[in-house]
């Protein structure tokens, strides 16, 4: 697929991984309803700096009215959507004998029962085009204190497939499986040395690792269902 001109639609679009991956496809020329839920002074930035290309949509993924009201938004300013990359995603420790149901409720809310009413409300107008989630390499190796999260994410890798299923030919759908590129803000040092060295590569990666998968994924016309891992052989390493 050719990016310059498409309608791209990126959630969690204000910092971060989905904001390099925002900045990436503006600098391709395509234009972005960027999501933000509570980035938005972040939002408005981004906007400034590509004017007349940036459609700011505000949502929380957990309320199934507010992802419509974003659709509606989007496809009112650019027209049917071409890619949606899923990327926002709530994410913190849940300590199984102590998640409560709203941490539940949250967690795979906004990891899996957002991602999978904004798939169907873009999905509906999409002709031909593209859905890219953000899984985690977590979502197939288990990852203690983060049940939720990781079964969210674990079904969301199956979403990812079975949405391939459901909706080829005309609509490609694929997953990128980060491993560890930007840590948590409030990460030790000694946490960030453990987690590298839980890599093969030894190493974190960078948003700009995901950023390129995301061009690959997006721009080979002949990928659907597949899960690429940029994750620096983390899947592969002893615990
Ligand atoms: N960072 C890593 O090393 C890593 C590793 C494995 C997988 N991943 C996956 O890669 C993706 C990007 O990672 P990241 O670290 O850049 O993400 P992040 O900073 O943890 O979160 C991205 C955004 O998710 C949005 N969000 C959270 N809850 C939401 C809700 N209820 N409704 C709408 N938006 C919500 C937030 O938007 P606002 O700021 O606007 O509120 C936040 O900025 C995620 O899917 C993550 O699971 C990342």
Redesign the pocket.
Known sequence: MEISGRHFFI??S?????RRLAESFLEKGARLSAH????KKEGDELFARFPGKVHLVQ????KIPEIQAAVISAEKKWGPIDVLIN?????YPTPFLNCTESEWDDLL??NLK?QFFLCQAVAKNMKSGVILN????NANTPMKNFSPYVSA?AGLLMLTKNLAFELAPQVRVNSIS??????PEHYTPLQRQRTEERTLLKRLGSPEDIVAAAHFIIENDYLTGIDLKVDGGRSLAEK
């Open positions: 959630t969690g204000g910092k971060r991984i989905g933000v839920h509570t980035s949502a929380d993924l957990r990327c926002a995603s709530p994410f809310g906004g957002g953000l899984c985690d390499v994410k980060p491993g560890p590129v930007l840590l």
